[in-house]
């Protein structure tokens, strides 16, 4: 089983930025999609953007498209996540996850098998 680290997190003042890094700790199918989610107390866990190694496709939710933008660097088996111009409402914990079938829901929590500990991104207003 594969074992994804995030890092990245912290605090920062709304219309901020931070980058969140997510390393596999092996080989991870590249046809398997690698997601970015986030889980504020008392609600959901939420996709937020997710990329298909394989093809380069990538997915955003509406409430951070054209604001966060995820990337792959393959040889360092890494997905980033970059947010820009931060809201209050994107404090969340933030979860790196890994294997979702092509052609499943890429934002359902339910088709990934490998998550990372998370990390916590903190947005003052």
């Known amino acids: 089983q594969v074992q994804l680290v995030e890092s990245g997190g912290g605090s920062v003042q709304a219309g901020g930025s931070l980058k969140l890094s997510c390393t596999a700790s092996?080989?991870?199918?590249?046809?398997?999609?690698m997601g970015w989610f986030r889980q504020a107390p008392g609600k959901e866990r939420e996709g937020i953007a997710a990329?298909?190694?394989?093809?380069?496709?990538?997915y955003y939710a509406e409430s951070v498209k054209g604001r966060f933008t995820i990337s792959q660097d393959k040889a360092k088996n890494t997905v980033y996540l970059q947010m820009n111009s931060l809201k209050p409402e994107d404090t969340a914990m933030y979860y790196c996850a890994a294997g979702a079938l092509y052609g499943t829901k890429w934002n359902d929590h339910i088709n990934y098998n490998a998550w990372g500990q998370g990390t916590q991104v903190t947005v003052s207003s």
């Open positions: 092996a080989y991870t199918d590249s046809s398997k999609t």
């Open positions: 990329i298909r190694p394989l093809t380069g496709s990538t």
